[in-house]
């Protein structure tokens, strides 16, 4: 898998513990939603909720990121 929390493991190439740690690592629940605001990016949804599709290897890290852009 990649460092810390550089790329995103591909689907084809990790399993679904491996994606799913990786966004453990990357959005981590620090439980204090004023300072961190992640749960107001996703929508009302934790990390692993948002990314589930990804998870689970329907959908890359990517696309399932560009759903959650503001415009």
Do not use: H, W
Request: proline share 4%; aromatic share 12%.
């Amino acid at each position: 898998m990649t460092g810390e929390t550089g790329n995103p493991p591909e689907v084809a190439a990790s399993t679904e513990e491996e994606r799913r740690e990786y966004i453990k690592r990357r959005f981590p629940c620090i439980a204090d939603c004023d300072m961190c605001g992640l749960c107001t990016v996703f929508r009302g949804k934790d990390a692993e909720q948002a990314y589930d599709a990804y998870i689970k290897g329907m959908r890359s890290f990517s696309e399932v990121s560009a759903g959650y852009k503001r415009y």
